[in-house]
């Protein structure tokens, strides 16, 4: 019986996930139009995005990303629903529980957007998901170096910079994205500077008297 609640909870909380990320992917598309960071072809194609780290795309409904998420929200919802009538009319349960909860999870997390990153007069777009500015609580910036995690995974990532921007949010996301060009990671960090949105530069290990950005190389 605990169990049987246990998933009906999470379904619960499950599709309330999936749909919110659903609203929240409508409302960022309409938002992104007032972006004023990035704007040119120039700096959509210098940001990376994390896990697939290709270039970002301009927020459309007519992209396969943004399809993927109205699609995959219905499909997500029904396999949900099914899986949950099969733990509540059969004793399946019993031995898999741990299987049934990765299959929950599972197919919760593979419904995702490519990530993106837009600066707004008002907030940012961090993922697909819109913070006012007083919801971002701190940005942080690495030169991605030899030594460096991230060294090595893409050739156009080393000597890029990783920019994490931290916020205020209930639902766990990927919170940075890379930036290849020194340029376009000042003009970020002026735009979030002048709304209030402070940070910190850590300290390139390749240079030894100063911790400032220096030119990619």
Do not use: C
Request: charged content about 20%; glycine content about 6%; hydrophobic content about 45%.
């Amino acid at each position: 019986m605990f169990l049987n609640i246990l998933f009906t909870i999470i379904y619960i909380l499950g599709v309330y996930y999936l749909i919110q990320y659903r609203i929240s992917i409508k409302r960022a598309v309409d938002l992104s139009k007032e972006a004023l960071f990035p704007q040119t072809a120039e700096e959509f194609h210098g940001i990376l995005i994390p896990t697939e780290y290709k270039e970002m795309e301009p927020l459309s409904k007519s992209t396969k990303s943004y399809k993927f998420v109205k699609w995959g929200t219905l499909i997500a919802t029904v396999l949900l629903l099914v899986l949950l009538l099969v733990i509540l009319t059969t004793d399946f349960l019993g031995s898999s529980f741990f299987s049934m909860a990765y299959f929950f999870f599972a197919i919760i997390s593979a419904v995702r957007h490519r990530g993106n990153l837009f600066i707004l007069p008002k907030g940012i777009i961090l993922q697909g998901r819109y913070f006012s500015y007083s919801r971002v609580k701190e940005y942080e910036v690495e030169r991605i170096v030899r030594w460096h995690d991230m060294y090595g995974i893409n050739d156009r990532m080393n000597f890029s910079y990783k920019l994490t921007i931290k916020v205020k949010g209930f639902f766990p996301l990927v919170n940075f994205v890379v930036i290849e060009n020194e340029a376009h990671l000042e003009k970020i960090i002026e735009l979030l500077e002048t709304n209030g949105v402070q940070g910190k530069r850590m300290a390139d290990p390749t240079q030894k008297s100063t911790p400032n950005i220096s030119t990619k190389s």
